[in-house]
């Protein structure tokens, strides 16, 4: 019990130094340090420990070490998860071929919204509006706040997507979704488009009620 609790114990604490590494952009200390963790302890992973790697596979564009990590989420039952799950679906996306990814998105038995999320993401930063929008009506769980906001952005790369942008903020208001400061950093930047003085109020002030006021 005495080790078990040791190893547990060095566990999380190799974990949030990982997590530390991957959010400041250290990712090749982060992939160092995931081999080590791997290579050291005597028991399986924590789940949380993949998502961290594979960010950083995906920053650095290592295919290789990416895919290799993803035998080692099957060899712990760990694909199921949902967050391990986004996490190789976003790898994949960024460091093979969007094909791909979409392929292990099929074959993901169990797909909650942060899953769904990864696969429209993918998509709408490649620029295929028509797949992203295709893979949001067709989801079977309830779209999150995350969903609209990769299709906003999205739209906001087009040359006519500002209207459309906003059109779907409208639709995730109906929802009852409450915009984030992503949501509004990007609306501002689509009523810029269309000089709506209206809507940049209404942002405005939907941003300083909810303190997170942009710089405008």
């Known amino acids: ?14 974990t949030k130094l990982l997590a530390s590494h991957v959010n400041g952009g250290r990712h090749q200390k982060a ?3 995931f081999h080590h963790i791997h290579s050291s302890l005597s028991f399986a992973l924590d789940p949380f420990v993949f998502p961290l790697a594979l960010k950083s596979c995906a920053s650095l564009h290592c295919p290789y070490l990416g895919t290799s990590i993803h035998a080692l989420t099957y060899k712990w039952s760990f694909v199921s998860n949902p967050f391990v799950a986004s996490a190789l679906v976003d790898m994949y996306g960024k460091c093979i071929s969007i094909s791909s990814a979409r392929r292990l998105f099929d074959e993901i038995p169990q797909r909650n919204a ?7 993401s993918l998509y709408a930063h490649s620029s295929d509006m028509s797949a992203a929008m295709d893979l949001f009506e067709v989801m079977d769980v309830l779209p999150s706040v995350s969903s609209f906001n990769s299709i906003i952005a999205g739209f906001l790369e087009m040359d006519d ?56």
């Open 114 to 120: 942060v899953v769904w999320n990864a696969m429209i």
């Open 161 to 216: 997507g500002f209207y459309k942008a906003i059109g779907f903020y409208r639709r995730m208001l109906k929802l009852g979704l409450a915009p984030n400061l992503i949501t509004v950093l990007a609306l501002l930047r689509a009523c810029l488009g269309v000089s709506s003085l209206n809507l940049i109020k209404e942002i405005h002030g939907y941003a300083v009620r909810n303190e997170f006021e942009p710089s405008m």
């Open 31 to 33: 992939l160092s340090l």
């Open 1 to 14: 019990m005495g080790s078990y609790s040791s190893n547990y114990l060095r566990l999380l604490s190799y």
